[in-house]
Structure formats: structure tokens, C-alpha cells
């Protein structure tokens, strides 16, 4: 096994994000099991991304301080794909060092963007996959895996997410709304329910939305009668409102960009709270619910398949919904926890040293 362990990530607290949590709750875990030694670049303190000229001291940092430590990391893993550079220092300092990167999702498809952006990211990730054809990835869902292979990354093991979210015991009981949680982009699908699907469900039914807005076209489609925008929700409201929805709904859906989701972390926060979730079958999501367990998924921008479902979980008696919720919640107790990602992450260190 791994002697030292050295995590290196730009995605930290106070920032805030999917990848800002895997790097937190993932290292909290691995202290638990190992000794590890962490480098992060905090956010800003109105939760957003470094700025460019602080990602580039860090990146500089960080690289001199791999390249001249006196006792070699035997594991240094990069927290996103986009941190590559950084395990060639690692190894110039140490053959014997085994770069290990994270992939999530937008750090391994933005080449799908095309342009010139898309296209330059695209040659950088080959590039890495060139220069550390012996580093292992770890991708959060199969999806991951698949698009990593694009730029020629090879050496991936899955490990998917878990969420530190979850409920009381569940009553059973849920008011006549639909819950819609994230960013307001195009894949997330928000726009294409309000005005698809919605429409199609009984009259009585809202949809709340609670998140922060990204797409001028996602924002137009919460100018509806049926809409209630909540803004950003945390904590005990977040659960709460979970709990009381009649369902939560993760309608992603697959735009012409090529953009997917990751792993869907939404899906799994919901059912661990104790909210009855219905998915996409798109993208990491089909690891992000447990089929008929957690969730129910349907296949993405499928009208009749999402007002089926949703009818279906009206039809629920209180002790069928209270059933339900408690397999749900006892599996993502089990499952979908940072204990099982550390240790399955640490199974990967093993595997790279036996």
C-alpha cells in the first residue's frame, strides 16, 4: 500500500460546486483511513472559482514544491483532469510516484464544444494522456470513463459519488408539488419540462425550482404561472423541501453541444433526503439512482415516459410512498457514502502497488 498520499486540487471551499464537495468530502474520509496530505487553492469568499492569476501562482507553486520535496509522495492525486501538469513534476521528482487524476465531467467533455476553446482543451487532454500514459483515472460514472477515453486516457477505474445529505424518517406524507434542484443550464432540462411536461401533469401541481441561473433561455422558461423560483437552498431547507415534494424531478436532457452529465449528484442528495427522485436515463445518472430502488429513470426527452412516472407516484397511498422512501434512504445510507468512496478509492492506490 501507498505510503504517503498528497491530494492536489483547485477546487475548495469557500467556492462552491460539485467538484469543490469531492474534493472536501473525499479527503475528510481518506484522513479517517490514511495519512494524507492536502494542497488546495481556496475559492472566493462569495463562493466563486480562484481568479486566473491566483490558479496560475498556485499552479507554479505547486508544481516547484512537487518537483524539490525531500520525501516523494507515493500516491499524488490530482482532484481534476484540467491539473495534469502537475503529476509530470510528481514524476520527474520520483519515478517511483503514482499519478492518480479525478475526472468528473465538464474537465473531460469541454473539447465536445468544438471552437477554438473546445478544440485547444481537446489537444491538452491528449497531450497529458501522451506524457502520463501510466496514470490511472478516476472517473464518477461510466460515462465519465467513456468520454475520458475520447483524448486517449486509458487506465480508468469508476468510482461513483456519494452525498453527505439525509432526512428524518419519512413520513409519508408530500404537498402538491414538483421539486427542480441545480444550475439553470441547458442539459440540466428545467426549460424542457416547464414546457413539455409540465403542461401534460394535473393542474393543481407546481413546480418549485431551487438553484442559481446560468442560461437567458432557461431563465425565460420560469416566467410561467405554474413556477416558483426559490433561489439557492442548503441545509435543512434543501431537505426539506426534498422531503415535501411529491417528487423531484432531474429532466436532463442531451443538447447538440455533445455537454452530458457526470454523475447527477442532484439524484442522489434528493433520494438520501428522503425525496422521491425521477431521472433522465442519460449520462452518469443511470449511477447516480439505483433503478427502481432510489429513483425511477426515463428516458430523457420522453414526454409520455415523464408524465407516466410522475402519475404513478400520485397514485401512491401514504404507505406505499413511506415504504418506498425507507429502501430508498437505507440504500443511499449504505451506498452512497464518502466511507465507500474512500475506501474504493484507496482500493485503486492497492491496485496501482501490488
Known amino acids: 500500500m501507498a505510503k504517503t498520499i498528497r491530494y492536489v486540487t483547485r477546487k475548495w471551499p469557500p467556492a462552491m460546486g460539485g467538484m469543490e464537495t469531492y474534493s472536501l468530502k473525499l479527503t475528510d474520509a481518506l ?24 490558479l496560475l501562482a498556485f499552479g507554479f507553486r505547486t508544481s516547484i514544491r512537487l518537483l524539490i520535496d525531500a520525501a516523494p509522495s507515493s500516491v499524488v492525486h490530482l482532484g481534476d483532469m484540467a491539473l495534469w501538469p502537475l503529476g509530470l513534476f510528481a514524476r520527474l521528482r520520483s519515478r517511483q510516484t503514482q ?45 465519465t470513463r467513456v468520454v475520458s477515453m475520447e483524448t486517449g486516457w486509458r487506465r480508468i477505474d469508476v468510482v461513483p459519488l456519494a452525498t453527505h445529505l439525509s432526512g428524518p424518517p419519512p413520513d409519508g406524507g408530500s404537498e402538491p408539488f414538483i421539486l427542480f434542484a441545480g444550475r439553470l443550464v ?22 418549485k425550482v431551487a438553484g442559481t441561473g446560468w442560461d437567458e433561455s432557461e431563465w425565460r422558461a420560469l416566467d410561467n404561472s405554474r413556477v416558483d423560483f426559490l433561489g439557492n437552498l442548503d441545509g435543512e431547507a434543501l431537505v426539506e423541501a426534498y422531503r415535501r415534494a411529491c ?36 449520462g452518469g445518472l443511470v449511477q447516480a439512482v439505483e433503478e427502481g430502488v432510489t429513483g425511477m429513470l426515463v428516458a430523457a426527452g420522453d414526454v409520455p415516459q415523464w408524465q407516466g412516472a410522475i402519475d404513478r407516484i400520485l397514485s401512491w397511498t401514504v404507505e406505499e410512498r413511506r415504504a418506498f422512501l425507507s429502501r430508498s434512504m437505507e440504500f443511499c445510507q449504505a451506498y452512497y457514502s464518502w466511507d465507500r468512496v474512500a475506501r474504493e478509492t484507496l482500493g485503486v492506490y492497492e491496485r496501482e502497488f501490488s
Open 31 to 54: 484522513r479517517e483511513m490514511k495519512p494524507l496530505a492536502v494542497m488546495a487553492l481556496p475559492g472566493r469568499p462569495d463562493g466563486r472559482p480562484p481568479t486566473m492569476p491566483k
Open 99 to 143: 499519478v492518480v487524476l479525478s475526472a468528473h465531467g465538464t474537465d473531460v467533455a469541454y473539447h465536445r464544444r468544438g471552437g477554438l476553446k473546445g478544440h485547444a482543451y481537446g489537444y491538452y487532454l491528449r497531450l497529458g494522456a501522451r506524457l502520463l500514459i501510466q496514470a490511472k483515472v478516476i472517473a464518477n460514472s461510466e460515462a
Open 186 to 207: 441547458e442539459r440540466k432540462g428545467c426549460a424542457w419540462f416547464i414546457r413539455n411536461v409540465l403542461p401534460a401533469l394535473p393542474e393543481h401541481l407546481r413546480l
Open 247 to 282: 417528487c423531484v424531478v432531474v429532466p436532463n436532457i442531451e443538447p447538440r453541444s455533445g455537454e452530458y452529465e457526470g454523475f447527477g449528484l442532484v439524484a442522489t442528495e434528493a433520494a438520501a433526503a428522503g425525496g422521491v427522485v425521477v431521472a433522465s436515463r442519460t
